[in-house]
């Protein structure tokens, strides 16, 4: 079946402006997670959303950062204000919940946000 | 802090010979491990994990070990093929599970020459 998919692939924007970032999870994945990569970094976790819980925004690095799962699937992260430091590759990925291999996150492509 | 770590930025084999890839951990309540691979311009794509009950998990060319008291786990792909040549990260999880927030290390470039 279809992987996780992301838009834009790339996103160029000024300082200032706010920028969307949209991922649809695989379908019937109930987990869905935000990561970032910023140059020469691993990946830095942001949220999750686990269904009709409250998500786990704990790795938010500002409240410019914010992030939506709508009807328990498609999300948005939504950068407001985007400054220089944002610039990264922010990375989607979605999991089943259970034991084992339904757990395992599966990755989308990325998105390549550059702040000039 | 930086509570996952790769200390080895890239890694350079023959084609044939063993990859050793070293990871370590600082938090004591990481009981998940995981690799991915990553091709340039891809998601990282899942390799192989073990839960902190087990020392050894095997999967084909790919086996990571687990030193529990080190904090320290390795992933040994045996033999290397060029198609490997990508960068690999682990992760850790809390909880005995995947599922959850991962924190990753920084990766190491894998380099296998023909």
């Known amino acids: 079946g279809a992987g996780v998919s992301q838009s834009p692939s790339n996103k160029v924007t000024e300082k200032g402006k706010d920028v969307e970032l949209r991922c649809d999870p695989i379908s019937g994945h109930t987990a869905l997670y935000w990561y970032r990569q910023s140059l020469g970094q691993g990946l830095e976790f942001l949220i999750y959303?686990?269904?009709?819980?409250?998500?786990?925004k704990s790795g938010l690095p500002s409240d410019r950062f914010s992030a939506e799962r709508t009807g328990g699937s498609v999300s948005t992260l939504t950068i407001q204000r985007t400054q220089q430091e944002d610039s990264a590759v922010y990375l989607c990925?979605?999991?089943?919940?259970?034991?084992?291999?339904?757990?395992?996150?599966?990755f989308g492509p990325g998105t390549r946000l550059t702040v000039l | 802090d930086q509570q996952v770590k790769q200390n080895s930025p890239s890694l350079s084999v023959q084609e044939g010979r063993i990859s050793i890839l070293n990871c370590d951990y600082t938090n004591s309540m990481f009981d998940y491990f995981l690799w991915y691979k990553k091709y340039p311009a891809e998601g990282p794509t899942f390799l192989i994990s073990i839960s902190s009950i087990k020392d050894k998990n095997e999967d084909g060319r790919f086996t990571v070990f687990l030193n529990k008291s080190a904090k320290h786990l390795s992933l040994h792909i045996v033999p290397s093929q060029p198609g490997d040549s990508a960068v690999y990260f682990c992760?850790?999880?809390?909880?005995?599970?995947?599922?959850?927030?991962?924190?990753f290390g920084q990766g190491t470039i894998l380099t296998v020459h023909p």
């Open positions: 959303f686990q269904g009709n819980s409250a998500p786990d």
């Open positions: 990925a979605s999991s089943g919940v259970g034991t084992g291999m339904t757990d395992t996150q599966y």
């Open positions: 992760a850790a999880a809390a909880g005995g599970t995947s599922y959850g927030k991962l924190t």
